[in-house]
């Protein structure tokens, strides 16, 4: 059974910095790219960033480009989302996914999704 487990979601001022984690486990996930996706009070689920998980090659949603990094540790199975110069529009809960189409992750259709974790941007 596969399973996309967040952390690392909290509270943190404007200008602050978090890091996000997603372990993934249940299945192999060479070949496949992850990402993350958020999703804000009222408004739909946006892309954020994804990653390939052989190569690691990356992109960003203009909203974040300079600000997020996206990472992942092939050893640990896990992705990461460093998130620094946070802004009250960050505020949503962020969610992981996997797919094997970097199109169909990156269009919010990707076969795997975790539970979000909530990120809060706030003085």
């Known amino acids: 059974q596969v399973q996309l487990v967040e952390s690392g979601g909290g509270l943190v001022q404007p200008g602050g910095s978090l890091r996000l984690s997603c372990a993934a486990s249940g299945r192999t996930f060479s070949g496949y790219y992850m990402g993350w996706f958020r999703q804000a009070p009222g408004k739909v689920r946006e892309f954020v960033a994804r990653i390939s998980w052989i190569g690691g090659s990356t992109y960003y949603a203009d909203s974040v480009k300079g600000r997020f990094t996206i990472s992942r540790d092939n050893a640990k199975n896990t992705v990461y989302l460093q998130m620094n110069s946070l802004k009250p529009e960050d505020t949503a809960v962020y969610y992981c996914?996997?797919?094997?189409?970097?199109?169909?992750?990156?269009?919010?259709?990707?076969?795997?999704w975790g539970q979000g974790t909530q990120v809060t941007v706030s003085s």
């Open positions: 996914s996997a797919d094997r189409s970097s199109q169909s992750l990156i269009l919010g259709e990707a076969d795997y």
